[in-house]
T-cell receptor, first 114, second 115 residues
Framework: AQSVAQPEDQVNVAEGNPLTVKCTYS??????LFWYVQYPNRGLQFLLK??????LVKGSYGFEAEFNKSQTSFHLKKPSALVSDSALYFC????????????FGAGTRLFVKA | DGGITQSPKYLFRKEGQNVTLSCEQN?????MYWYRQDPGQGLRLIYY???????QKGDIAEGYSVSREKKESFPLTVTSAQKNPTAFYLC??????????????FGPGTRLTVL
């Protein structure tokens, strides 16, 4: 069965510094991996996804993520954080062999301090 | 504007009441989903639908019901059998089969509170 872990409940970073939000997964075969962001009292917005090919995926708002198959990780990164990046971030995995289900992590709250 | 709308934004339910949450999309998406979000637990799938007049239970379907009479609409009813319904409910859609690699588009959510 597929699963997702986001080991940090909260990440704090100063504005202008690089940020990393961690995600590890468990799935059979070649899973699809996603990152979403949620602002307070709002729905989730899609940031980026990994399907196949280049391990470094670029997405919206300057975010990128690196897929590492040997470590089963898909960490979200940004070279220079903005205060407006403060939000709740969700990693998600879908196993194409597992049917319809997308499994979401518990979320990591990112605080960017000015 | 294309997107997903959910109404109402806030909903209060008394004990023993059924309530219905609305979800409408104009993205021409085939697949639609309902999730429940509780603090620290991520999103849990309640129901999903691949096509009109077809829907499947997710992980926590007990106490909930849905219908899919139109492609654009996927309402969720929270019945009195759901013992702990206070949560944030999110509706989502995607362009085709749920098992594809396409991302989901989410509505703004409905916050349900039991009085």
């Amino acid at each position: 069965a597929q699963s997702v872990a986001q080991p940090e409940d909260q990440v704090n970073v100063a504005e202008g510094n690089p940020l990393t939000v961690k995600c590890t997964y468990s799935a059979s075969g070649n899973p699809y991996l996603f990152w979403y962001v949620q602002y307070p009292n709002r729905g989730l917005q899609f940031l980026l996804k990994y399907i196949t090919g280049d391990n470094l995926v670029k997405g919206s708002y300057g975010f990128e993520a690196e897929f590492n198959k040997s470590q089963t990780s898909f960490h979200l990164k940004k070279p220079s954080a903005l205060v407006s990046d403060s939000a709740l971030y969700f990693c998600a995995v879908r196993d194409p062999a597992g049917g319809f289900k997308t499994i979401f992590g518990a979320g990591t709250r990112l605080f960017v301090k000015a | 504007d294309g997107g997903i709308t959910q109404s109402p934004k806030y909903l209060f339910r008394k004990e023993g009441q059924n309530v219905t949450l609305s979800c409408e999309q104009n993205l021409n998406h085939d697949a639609m989903y309902w999730y429940r979000q509780d603090p620290g637990q991520g999103l849990r799938l309640i129901y999903y639908s691949q096509i009109v007049n077809d829907f499947q239970k997710g992980d926590i379907a007990e106490g909930y019901s849905v219908s899919r009479e139109k492609k654009e609409s996927f309402p969720l009813t929270v019945t009195s059998a759901q013992k702990n319904p206070t949560a944030f409910y999110l509706c989502a859609s995607s362009i085709d089969r749920p098992s594809s690699y396409n991302e989901q588009f989410f509505g703004p959510g409905t916050r349900l509170t039991v009085l």
